[in-house]
């Protein structure tokens, strides 16, 4: 199976950026979808990023601008880069992969098989 873990996650003041990074081990198929995911409290977990194996991008019209998703196949690593931090974005951020269910859309979390433990980004005023 694949494992995820995520780093990079903290506490930071509104305006900065953060550089998540979500390293995949064990087995990794090409063809699968990465997202990133975060779930504030008393929130549904929702779709931030999310990146195709031919390295189309998607991001809510919400986010886009701000969030930027990328990988390194050869390093078998994902990333989110957030800028212009605002209070709204603290949450546990998460990253997924996998074509699990690809009837659901790639920002739905229901698409995807595995799963990461989460990091926390924490934004201050």
């Known amino acids: 199976q694949v494992h995820l873990v995520e780093s990079g996650g903290g506490s930071v003041q509104a305006g900065g950026s953060l550089r998540l990074s979500c390293a995949a081990s064990g087995y990794t198929d090409v063809t699968y979808s990465g997202g990133w995911f975060r779930q504030a409290p008393g929130k549904e977990r929702e779709g931030v990023a999310a990146?195709?194996?031919?390295?189309?991008?998607f991001y809510p019209n919400s986010l886009k601008g701000r969030f930027t998703i990328s990988k390194d196949n050869a390093n078998h690593t994902l990333y989110l880069q957030i800028g212009s931090l605002i209070p709204e974005d603290t949450a546990m951020y998460y990253c997924?992969?996998?074509?699990?269910?690809?009837?659901?859309?790639?920002?739905?979390?229901?698409?995807?098989?595995?799963w990461g433990q989460g990091t926390q980004v924490t934004v201050s005023s």
């Open positions: 990146i195709d194996n031919d390295g189309t991008t």
């Open positions: 997924a992969a996998g074509p699990g269910r690809p009837w659901y859309f790639r920002l739905n979390p229901r698409r995807y098989s595995y």
